[in-house]
């Protein structure tokens, strides 16, 4: 599936994904209604409303991306009808063509991960049939609970031939209160990165590992010296937009090939008609805002990368 | 909502919780054909065969113990049907007066984690309605993205009355790789059990936080420490039986007032019928033999305490 992305993200010139993290507030008002008036003012109206939001998107914009990446919590704060969205939206991005990224931040130990793993990337055996759960192309894991907790995930990537990002320096403010405590000389965002790039090389794509990893936009310093200590992990960069990244941040991220990252924007582009910038479109039109919020990343990046 | 786990602790003397982490290969055979004759060898079957089998455990011991703790990957492992166990077993226990500990490790950024934090313990709005999403009692919380990803759980917390679980030490073999790294002095585990004690001291029950702790019953000389630094934390100690812990390894995450832990026991009490000692029950009365093995462990326990 590393190769798949990699694939995607060439043929569109974008190493770019959008999340989908809908917001209750971020949803036009003619959505909402419709979806009420269908469904009352429940969990199941707005699972709809979700949904209707998210497809209106991703109609717009899949022929200019490889990749979304919806997060599990904006669909879970709305109960099981909220899941039901989350499964309806990566099966819809998959007939699309696109590569979904499930941003669960999963992380247990032994069969407990296993089966996060199994649910979300592979099958479960039920009798004598084995079953694809939510069925996601990659996941993002939570390492602090060590090996344990990622080689499950590791272990069906390898047999489904899909992927992981695992959280190595998140992009929010508080990331450093543990992530930048120095150990033996060095952060422990480095040793995770280390264990990464090691999990990683005993899975590898054709240039880049099943194994990635999460570095915030945010650090565009660390990213530098991450980028290093993990030549063949793909970074999934989140932070870029409305978390304060811009373009000229993230050339670190990538390798010499032009490749090795992938940048996450969620609400600069999911929300965009509610930017000045973007106003012109109105509420009516958000998907087009959307559209043309991902045209103008697309060139950021291509021209902070062209003059790096 | 730590009042009623203490007073319902007091009520039953069994500082037990139950973990309801429902394998296939623990569920006997005769759940698993009922289940696949009305569904198939579908998610759904699989989803009922769960389900079936925790009513069944449920009904053998919830006047027993205080908690019940089931762990959402063992349901997200089934996809959407498993979630839809989940909340079947989470409203279940609840009407059974039990206090329910979603274990779902969640934890991301600001409003994402809020987004967990509403979607579990609280209740998010749609349109001009608030509404309840899973609704578990406690759920457990993954530290690695500091304050910024555990201080919304702790918002709702203060909202609802209810608590959460923050993985401190976790009981896995690799806990130690990031865990027990010396940061200044002092282990990873013992910054995060600092951070712990602080955020608790901001919500406080009658004597102790809504903010616990997960300590794992395979380090009892890190649970003594922990002890000490989070005094007013109730400590969420899995790990009892199956993964090896003993009664006597437990008596030092207890303070001397005999409160302030709670000891978790999955497979050793769910599948206690598939243990040689209960194997007498057979897998029909497979109930009668985990309600037996909860009087050993809570026997088991007390011994432990009287005799420190």
Chains 1, 2 share one sequence.
Not at 2 to 14: D, H, P, Q, R, V
Not at 102 to 114: A, L, N, P, Q, W
Not at 151 to 156: A, G, L, R, Y
Not at 189 to 201: C, D, F, R, T
């Amino acid at each position: 599936m590393i190769n798949t992305l990699i694939e995607k993200i060439k043929k569109t010139n974008a190493p770019i994904v959008v999340g989908l993290d809908p917001m209750m507030n971020y949803i036009p008002e003619h959505i909402q209604k419709k979806a009420f008036a269908e469904y009352g003012e429940t969990l199941k109206g707005a699972a709809e409303a979700i949904w209707q939001y998210n497809k209106g998107i991703v109609d717009a914009v899949y022929d200019l991306i490889p990749a979304v990446k919806p997060q599990i919590a904006m669909y879970e704060q709305f109960g099981l009808p909220g899941v039901e969205a989350f499964q309806k939206t990566v099966d819809y991005c998959k007939e699309k063509g696109l590569v979904v990224i499930g941003d669960i931040k999963r992380g247990d130990i032994g069969s407990t991960s296993e089966a996060y793993a199994v649910g979300h990337l592979g099958k479960a055996m039920v009798g004598s049939q084995a079953l694809y759960g939510f069925n996601e192309d990659f996941v993002t894991v939570n390492p602090y609970l060590g090996s344990d907790g990622v080689k499950p995930f590791i272990k069906v990537c390898k047999e489904e031939k899909k992927g992981i990002f695992v959280l190595v320096k998140t992009s929010n403010p508080s990331s450093g209160e543990f992530q930048d405590r120095v150990v033996d000389g060095k952060p422990l965002y480095e040793l995770v990165g280390e264990k990464v790039a090691e999990w990683g090389s005993e899975c590898m794509g054709d240039s880049y590992s099943y194994v990635g990893a999460v570095v915030g936009a945010t650090y565009p310093e660390q990213g530098k010296i991450l980028r290093k200590v993990m030549p063949k992990t793909f970074i999934l960069v989140p932070g870029y937009g409305a978390q304060g990244g811009k373009g000229a941040d993230l050339v670190h991220f990538f390798n010499e090939d032009g490749l090795g990252a992938i940048i996450n924007s969620s609400r600069g582009i999911i929300a965009a008609y509610k930017q000045e910038k973007y106003a012109k479109f109105g509420s009516e039109s958000y998907a087009d805002a959307s559209r043309a919020a991902v045209l103008d990343m697309r060139e950021d990046i291509a021209q902070a990368l062209a003059s790096r």
